[in-house]
């Protein structure tokens, strides 16, 4: 992959400006991270928080970040939360060349794979694992949810498995999977109904509860009158 093919998975209707990072965990891997807006721009995931979640996400630990904005205030935060050191991407030579594939089998067990994934959660502040999985047109991939000591910094599953599909190539999510451990319900915040509504319209979305039951929404009716304005244009740039 070279980065400009990393620069053409983002998601930035609404500012137009794509942004990239890279992250290289403690445990040798490299991870990709791409911007991806929301009409509501604080739902916004940064090309940073998406690497970075990318990586939490798959159990790693990261060590080095890449970025392409190195003056934004953000970096600081994550400096101090997770202990990283923080480098210019360059765009001569971005080490882009080591980001693997994040996609799981097509023919993966979708409930096996929810209950596995839950042990990667990172979830030190609640101790609620939750587990998703999207269905896109590169197949499957997923989230966990990646909590922060400053809880505002975290990521619920579903974002994660969203933000992760686009950096690793997806242009078209169809369907979603939703898994709890516990909770009588499995349910999407709200946050992430007006995140699923954006790149999921008319799509279904499948609850997996914590008692094995399922069951199937279309994302338009988990969320009525979603936040909506023609006044802030969206044309997909990927
Ligand atoms: N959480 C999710 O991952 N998805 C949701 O839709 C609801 C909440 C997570 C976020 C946080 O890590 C924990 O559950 C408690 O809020």
């Known amino acids: 992959?070279?980065?400009?093919?990393?620069?053409?998975?983002?998601?930035?209707?609404?500012?137009?400006?794509?942004?990239?990072?890279?992250?290289?965990?403690?445990?040798?891997?490299?991870?990709?991270g791409t911007r991806i807006e929301n009409i509501s721009y604080p739902l916004t995931i940064s090309a940073v928080q998406n690497a970075l979640f990318c990586c939490l996400s798959?159990?790693?630990?990261p060590d080095v970040l890449f970025t392409d904005h190195p003056d934004e205030s953000t970096l600081q935060c994550w400096e101090k939360e997770l202990n990283i050191s923080i480098e210019l991407l360059k765009k001569a030579d971005p080490p882009t060349q080591h980001v693997g594939n994040l996609g799981l089998d097509e023919d993966l067990?979708?409930?096996?794979?929810?209950?596995?994934?839950?042990?990667?959660?990172?979830?030190?502040?609640?101790?609620?694992?939750?587990?998703?999985?999207?269905?896109?047109?590169?197949?499957?991939?997923s989230g966990v949810n990646v909590e922060c000591q400053s809880w505002s910094l975290g990521l619920c599953a579903e974002r994660i498995a969203i933000a992760?599909?686009?950096?690793?190539?997806?242009?078209?999510?169809?369907?979603?999977?939703?898994?709890?451990?516990?909770?009588?319900?499995?349910?999407?915040?709200?946050?992430c109904r007006q995140v699923i509504i954006e790149h999921l319209p008319n799509c279904q979305v499948h609850l997996h509860h914590a008692d094995g039951s399922e069951s199937v929404h279309f994302s338009n009716d988990l969320l009525p009158h979603s936040f909506q304005s023609s006044s802030l244009s969206k044309h997909k740039t990927t």
Request: proline letters at 3%; aromatic letters at 12%.
């Open 1 to 32: 992959m070279n980065i400009n093919d990393l620069y053409d998975r983002n998601y930035v209707p609404y500012s137009n400006e794509a942004s990239v990072a890279l992250v290289q965990s403690k445990q040798g891997s490299w991870f990709a």
């Open 164 to 191: 992760k599909a686009f950096s690793y190539g997806a242009s078209a999510i169809t369907g979603l999977h939703l898994h709890t451990r516990e909770g009588e319900f499995s349910s999407p915040c709200g946050a």
């Open 58 to 61: 798959e159990a790693h630990q």
């Open 109 to 141: 067990h979708i409930k096996k794979t929810l209950h596995d994934l839950l042990d990667q959660a990172v979830v030190e502040e609640s101790n609620f694992p939750v587990s998703a999985l999207v269905e896109t047109d590169r197949g499957f991939y």
